[in-house]
């Protein structure tokens, strides 16, 4: 897998602003999440919005946190695709399933723990079922969760953006430390 420089429209898409508040410079960056490409917008990967686990980035790159959402699943264990792009990663991490689909504007999406129904180079719509959820995730509340991620590079974004909910907040820059996956 191939990680391809920040494009020019990813990179504008990254809005800094430094204010100089009471407390000395601060930094703000917004980030644009743009409609998926053509074939559809975002769609909740199952079911309705159910947010059991929130999106907790740690301040820094090596420490704990929750680097995505924890979503309940009522539905039939489905899990979709939240917008059309094309399966990066479909397989055994550290044992757990995972999938990862790649969208126009350098976003990424990351399901988990899930049984995959899809091969990497599969393109899928918005929507499309492209595994089984299992159980097993270490942060659900309950028995049974789907973890969802979103990144831009090398940040990580709150997957409720995606679907008009959640908070821009970052990871600091990876320099000295690689982010964990
Ligand atoms: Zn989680």
């Known amino acids: 897998m191939a990680r391809a420089a920040p494009s020019a429209a990813e990179a504008s898409a990254l809005t800094v602003t430094t204010p100089a508040g009471p407390g ?15 074939g559809g917008s975002w769609r909740p990967p199952i079911g309705p919005i159910d947010v059991e686990t ?4 740690p301040p820094l790159p090596w420490m704990p946190g929750h680097r995505g959402v924890d979503l309940g699943a009522a539905a039939d264990g489905s ?15 550290a ?7 790649d969208h126009a504007g350098g976003l990424r999406t990351t399901y988990e723990p899930v049984d995959a129904l899809v091969a990497p180079g599969d393109a899928v719509a918005a929507g499309k079922v492209i595994g089984r959820l ?6 659900c509340p309950g028995a049974i969760c789907l973890h969802l991620g979103l990144k831009r590079g090398p940040l990580y974004l709150d ?3 995606l679907f008009g909910q959640g908070q821009v907040r970052l990871l600091p820059r990876p320099g000295r430390a690689e982010a964990a996956p």
Do not use: N, W, Y
């Open 24 to 38: 000395g410079p601060v930094t703000r960056i917004r980030a644009d999440v743009p409609a998926a490409a053509p």
């Open 54 to 57: 929130r999106f907790d980035p």
């Open 79 to 93: 899990v979709r695709a939240a917008g059309a792009g094309t399966v990066v990663f479909a397989g055994d991490l």
């Open 95 to 101: 044992g757990r399933g995972v999938v990862s689909i």
């Open 134 to 139: 299992q159980a097993g995730h270490a942060s």
């Open 159 to 161: 997957p409720l953006l």
